[in-house]
């Protein structure tokens, strides 16, 4: 009996961990469905509300801003949540907002009811990436910890590739519907997860979880998350101005053919899924996150640098140089580097908040392009707004510490 007890609890254990990383990367790509899709759906929805030209792209990014305030706030809330209860309870009560919302979505005809979902939509949201990485970096053991991350964020870039072509093929409502109705079903499916194994074992401490005083209030904690936040600033760079924007940068280079969000964020994000595995196995092949994540981020200034140079480029070189981002997409390696920098009693607060903050920094690059653009135009603006987010992503990097290898047991 005791010799076959163990391999059957083993294997039964294994199980229980795939199952995990399945559900949990299920749960990222409804998250970057319901979250991306208003990226998508941004021209066609304002335009049937009855907006158009300036009013729209106006409009367009205050709801985007909207939502990502929405995801910050919600960010602090669900991560300081997560750890203090554990991580699986406000999975679960993130998924149900923000499902029922996408629900509501479907059914507004005015805009101000349209930037209130939106809104609490980002609240919802806010808690499924940084919960989800971090209850899935908790349960894997750290050599597989990697691979691990990168499928969770790949199934994340797959939601956002499936909520651009869906807007193809489906009405911008009935995509809202559908966002929420399979949201609600994978809350079913995630109620069967179980509780972070090593944030189990935190509880028999009598540290305090959760604490934003000593994440923030201390001088080492404080310095890697600031840290980390701009990271992620290249990639939001790209997406969220250079692709989201799509149609008024198309127009402002002259390029012939209508260009659609909704076609070069998917075309990115096919690519990504190449970019995550690429980034974890150079992260495996160097024993290093920091220089993947440099080499990252140099690939995707000089990406962007050919980007913008104003010639006129056919529209389909234009979607070349998408796919060829997602090659470089940061999200992976980004996401495995700041679960490994706090610890277990601040890992949910952190890792929630942080990756929000990172996409907050959306909010500042809209407003200053909103600034910048009737002074020297669309083009220039985003020139200087690139140049600015990747000094800062090349500076950080240069100071965070090495995490490879780290024991996420460690305090």
């Not at 979250?35 to 509300?49: A, D, G, I, K, P």
């Not at 944030?199 to 998350?225: A, C, H, P, T």
């Not at 994540?293 to 140099?298: G, M, N, R, T, V």
Request: charged letters at 15%; proline letters at 3%.
């Amino acid at each position: 009996m005791l010799l076959t007890e163990a391999p059957i609890k083993t294997h039964f254990y294994d199980k229980a961990l795939n199952l995990t990383v399945l559900v949990t990367g299920l749960g990222y790509f409804i998250d970057t469905f319901d979250f991306f899709l208003y990226n998508s759906m941004r021209t066609v929805s304002l335009t049937e509300l009855g907006l158009s030209g300036d009013a729209l792209t106006q409009m367009g990014i205050t709801i985007l801003n909207c939502q990502i305030l929405g995801a910050l706030i919600g960010s602090f809330f669900w991560g300081i949540l997560g750890d203090k209860i554990g991580r699986k309870k406000p999975l679960l009560a993130s998924i149900l907002i923000y499902s029922l919302f996408m629900l509501l979505n479907g059914f507004v005809h005015d805009v101000l009811p349209y930037l209130a979902i939106r809104f609490i939509i980002g609240f919802g949201l806010a808690g499924e990436i940084g919960l989800g990485a971090t209850l899935v970096a908790e349960t894997i053991k750290s050599s597989k910890r990697t691979y691990a991350l990168a499928f969770f964020t790949m199934m994340g870039v797959l939601g956002v590739v499936v909520a651009g072509m869906s807007i193809e093929f489906v009405n911008w409502r009935t995509c809202c519907i559908i966002g929420g109705v399979i949201g609600l079903l994978l809350l079913t499916l995630r109620s069967i997860l179980f509780e972070s194994p090593v944030f189990i074992e935190s509880m028999r401490s009598k540290v305090k979880r959760g604490s934003l005083k000593d994440l923030l209030g201390n001088i080492q904690n404080l310095k890697k998350y600031a840290l980390c936040v701009p990271l992620l600033g290249c990639n939001f760079f790209v997406t969220g101005i250079l692709l989201t924007l799509s149609p008024e940068i198309g127009k402002a280079f002259g390029i012939e053919g209508a260009l659609k969000a909704n076609i070069a964020l998917p075309i990115y994000f096919s690519m990504a899924v190449i970019g995550d595995l690429l980034g974890a196995w150079l992260s495996e092949t160097f024993k290093s996150r920091k220089i993947v994540i440099a080499s990252f981020i140099l690939g995707n200034l000089l990406i962007a640098a050919l980007f913008l140079q104003g010639w006129k480029m056919p529209n389909t070189f234009y979607y070349f140089l998408c796919g060829a981002f997602g090659l470089f997409n940061l999200w992976a390696i980004t996401g495995t580097i700041v679960v490994e920098q706090f610890p277990t009693e601040l890992r949910a607060t952190a890792v929630t908040s942080n990756f929000n903050c990172s996409r907050s920094m959306v909010v500042l690059m809209n407003l200053a392009l909103l600034a910048f653009k009737p002074l020297v135009g669309l083009i220039n603006a985003a020139c200087i707004i690139g140049a600015v987010i990747f000094t800062l992503a090349f500076f950080c990097i240069w100071r965070l510490p090495e995490s490879y290898g780290h024991s996420l047991t460690e305090t």
